[in-house]
């Protein structure tokens, strides 16, 4: 059975920082509890499309591991919702996550969708900082004057390898594209009665990493914004009924941005809209994707 690219439904991530609404992204969240990320390629999103409508991604990746990825969907794609600050956290890397019996690490990155003025991320330590310091300051409560706060706006791609400490404020909407991993350990979270983690935190953690904003490059009929060891992202701005050739070198997804884009296959369409997210198996080594008013959207490849 050939597999056509196919629709995920998102999946919605309770958060003690998210919001109640995440409109104008999503109408219904199903739950009211507050929701911090819209799981675009988790494991529990369900297919909403073609055969394998209503089944759950993680047994499609398993069955269909030759096209996407080897068992497990490389890529962890998600849109972040703050409404509060993220505690402040860092995640291994493949080495070390392996240690510790996972498959990889987490190595990620951020492309900023919505941005209120002044808005603010941290990516690393400041100069200087030593384990000990940071080991005090999450005792005495000022491990937030440690970061480097760096200012974001729309547009705005950011690079978090693995080992950076970091911190999302409120204020803005993200794109995130990961490896699939899961692993983060919470080092301070501003009085929060959640469990730290700070020891093993501190074990993984370096003083000094390649984290910030990473400039976009122009190609052709598309930009680059950010091509690293583990994803490659890029965006595709539509004009009304021109079809843009979009190839894929490996598993990757189409993710919605603005308008309604069709996601074209011999004898096959999946409608795409904002928020969502279209899985291109690996053997499809090229899409055809149009939109009737315009639109954009990011194509991410593992």
Request: hydrophobic share 45%.
């Amino acid at each position: 059975m050939s597999l056509a690219p196919f629709l995920l439904k998102p999946w919605f991530s309770d958060r003690v920082w998210g919001r109640k609404s995440l409109k104008p992204w999503y109408d219904e969240t199903g739950t009211t509890e507050l929701v911090g990320e819209a799981w675009l390629t988790g494991p529990e999103c369900v297919v909403e499309t073609g055969e394998l409508e209503g089944r759950a991604f993680k047994d499609v990746a398993k069955e269909f591991a030759s096209g996407l990825g080897g068992g497990e969907f490389p890529l962890l794609v998600k849109i972040l919702f703050p409404n509060e600050k993220l505690s402040v956290q860092v995640h291994p890397d493949d080495a070390q996550a392996q240690a510790m019996g996972q498959a990889r690490g987490k190595t990620e990155c951020w492309y900023v969708l919505e941005a209120e003025p002044g808005a603010t991320v941290a990516l690393g330590l400041k100069d200087g900082v030593t384990p000990d310091a940071v080991r005090a300051s999450v005792a005495d409560g000022s491990m937030e004057s440690l970061l480097e706060w760096v200012r974001v706006s729309v547009g705005d791609m950011i690079f978090v390898d693995a080992g950076t400490v970091h911190a999302i404020g409120p204020g803005v909407v993200l794109l995130e594209t990961q490896q699939t991993c899961d692993v983060t350990f919470r080092m301070y979270d501003y009085g929060r009665p959640r469990e730290l983690h700070v020891e093993r935190g501190l074990a993984v953690m370096k003083l000094k990493t390649r984290a910030g904003k990473v400039a976009p490059r122009e190609m052709d009929g598309f930009t680059r914004l950010i091509e690293e060891q583990y994803f490659t992202v890029d965006l595709f701005e539509l004009e009304a009924m021109e079809p843009a050739h979009v190839a894929m070198t490996g598993p990757g997804c189409l993710v919605g941005l603005e308008g309604t884009v069709v996601v074209i296959t011999p004898g096959d369409e999946v409608e795409l809209l904002p928020g969502q997210a279209v899985v291109v198996p690996a053997e499809w080594g090229e899409v055809i994707v149009e939109a009737e008013a315009g639109g954009a959207f990011v194509r991410c490849v593992g």
